[in-house]
């Protein structure tokens, strides 16, 4: 698994481990993952967590905190037992396993070759582990504002490179990978029922993983990629201000429009692609279907965009400090992340609908 993580990601994993024995713990548990996401403060996610105040000290004060509460209804360890743990022994829970599992699906989702300190917080986070979460919650941290916060902040840095993933390229070799590590797993299985003459389990063929797949990870690479793809190009746009100077209203209303459709018919080039060279399936989606799912795409991208706008806004009000405003604006970006869930769940419809009525017609 490791072998998958990248230099900054494995240091993570030293230092968890650290914070693990230096806090007199036995196993790495989410809350010392979360600790040691904060000590780098060069890493995305050291620096998404630090803009809602979550910084090392605070983290570690908490955890001591949840020890203190839980040592006073456990009774009192030998003196310098924990001392003599030694850190070959620390081991990760079965949470933090769970976080790693799903951190991997996060650099496929952002088409990433290794798993990142970013990638990391962001299972955490999804995985609602409670220790971490209380933590979280204890320092008045808004989990939908932190994912945020860590998409803003990759584009921020990839808006600087010539080769920022691209949304097809992205989901059609992530979702390959997927079905190969499915594929893989199935295959392991069928040669220990043949090592050990065990009674045959029904197994799932190739189409029936690929379709699988596609319903399980589709919708979740969609609105990675759109999320991401909207707030890349609103950096590209910072940057390009900053560098030549202001830039017509105008112009930019067509370049982030034009974007938009791009983005459709380039996500009607995936479903399509995904269909007919992993599923192929006799007939792909028709035009409504496609019109279905470009039109849901079409909204994500741009109710990311007005998120971008009201979080500009939000920065301007926090700073000069008009609080009713700040409510106000508060207020808006909750119903937008509730309006995101609904499109999310129209997307996941939209797609099991367009999948499941070819398979029952196969």
Same mark, same amino acid.
């Given at each position: 698994?490791?072998?998958?993580?990248d230099?900054?990601?494995?240091?993570?994993?030293?230092?968890?481990?650290?914070?693990c024995?230096?806090?007199?713990?036995?196993?790495?548990k989410?809350?010392?993952?979360?600790?040691?996401?904060?000590?780098?403060?060069?890493n995305?996610?050291?620096?998404?967590?630090?803009t809602?105040?979550v910084?090392?000290?605070?983290?570690?004060?908490?955890?001591?905190?949840?020890?203190?509460?839980?040592?006073?209804l456990?009774?009192?360890?030998? @003196?310098g037992?924990?001392?003599?743990?030694?850190?070959?022994?620390?081991t990760?829970?079965?949470?933090?396993?769970?976080?790693?599992?799903r951190s991997?699906?996060?650099r496929?989702?952002?088409g990433?070759?290794?798993?990142?300190?970013?990638?990391?917080?962001?299972?955490?986070v999804?995985?609602?582990?409670?220790?971490?979460?209380?933590?979280l919650?204890?320092?008045?941290?808004?989990?939908?504002?932190?994912r945020?916060?860590?998409?803003?902040l990759?584009?921020?840095?990839?808006?600087?490179?010539?080769?920022?993933?691209?949304?097809?390229?992205?989901i059609?070799?992530?979702?390959?990978?997927?079905?190969?590590?499915?594929?893989?797993?199935?295959?392991?299985?069928?040669?220990?029922?043949?090592?050990?003459?065990?009674?045959?389990?029904?197994?799932?063929?190739?189409s029936?993983?690929v379709?699988?797949v596609?319903?399980?990870?589709?919708?979740?690479f969609?609105?990675?990629?759109?999320?991401?793809?909207?707030?890349?190009?609103?950096?590209?746009?910072?940057?390009?201000?900053?560098?030549?100077?202001?830039i017509?209203?105008?112009?930019?209303?067509? @370049?982030?429009?034009?974007?938009?459709?791009?983005?459709?018919?380039?996500c009607?080039?995936?479903?399509?692609?995904?269909?007919?060279?992993?599923y192929?399936?006799l007939?792909?989606?028709?035009e409504?279907e496609?019109?279905?799912?470009?039109?849901?795409?079409?909204?994500?991208?741009?109710?990311?965009s007005e998120?971008?706008?009201?979080?500009?806004?939000?920065?301007?009000?926090?700073?000069?400090?008009?609080?009713?405003?700040?409510?106000?604006?508060?207020?808006?970006?909750?119903?937008?992340?509730?309006?995101?869930?609904?499109?999310?769940?129209?997307?996941?419809?939209?797609?099991?609908?367009?999948?499941?009525?070819?398979?029952?017609?196969?």
């Amino acid at each position: 698994m490791f072998e998958k993580f990248d230099e900054a990601s494995n240091d993570v994993l030293a230092a968890s481990r650290h914070e693990c024995l230096r806090l007199r713990c036995t196993g790495v548990k989410p809350e010392h993952l979360l600790l040691a996401l904060t000590r780098d403060p060069f890493n995305i996610a050291a620096k998404a967590l630090a803009t809602m105040g979550v910084v090392s000290d605070n983290v570690q004060s908490e955890i001591e905190r949840a020890m203190k509460s839980t040592a006073r209804l456990e009774p009192e360890p030998s @003196i310098g037992i924990s001392s003599m743990i030694p850190y070959s022994s620390i081991t990760f829970d079965e949470s933090v396993k769970k976080i790693f599992d799903r951190s991997n699906d996060f650099r496929l989702y952002f088409g990433r070759d290794k798993v990142a300190p970013e990638h990391l917080l962001l299972a955490l986070v999804d995985l609602h582990d409670d220790g971490a979460m209380r933590i979280l919650e204890e320092l008045g941290s808004n989990l939908t504002f932190l994912r945020r916060q860590v998409l803003n902040l990759i584009a921020r840095e990839d808006c600087l490179s010539p080769n920022a993933p691209a949304a097809k390229s992205t989901i059609i070799t992530g979702i390959a990978e997927i079905v190969w590590q499915q594929l893989e797993g199935i295959a392991s299985l069928q040669r220990l029922v043949d090592t050990t003459a065990s009674s045959q389990p029904k197994l799932p063929d190739r189409s029936a993983v690929v379709l699988m797949v596609l319903l399980a990870y589709l919708p979740d690479f969609l609105m990675t990629q759109t999320a991401y793809q909207r707030y890349l190009l609103e950096e590209t746009l910072k940057l390009l201000v900053k560098r030549t100077g202001p830039i017509e209203r105008e112009v930019i209303a067509t @370049i982030v429009s034009g974007t938009a459709q791009n983005l459709r018919a380039e996500c009607r080039s995936i479903v399509e692609h995904l269909w007919t060279q992993e599923y192929r399936m006799l007939s792909v989606p028709d035009e409504a279907e496609h019109e279905e799912i470009g039109g849901i795409i079409e909204d994500l991208w741009w109710t990311y965009s007005e998120e971008i706008a009201l979080h500009d806004v939000f920065d301007e009000a926090l700073d000069d400090h008009r609080r009713k405003q700040v409510l106000n604006l508060q207020k808006r970006k909750l119903e937008i992340s509730l309006r995101l869930g609904k499109i999310k769940l129209a997307l996941e419809d939209a797609l099991k609908r367009c999948f499941l009525k070819r398979t029952m017609s196969a």
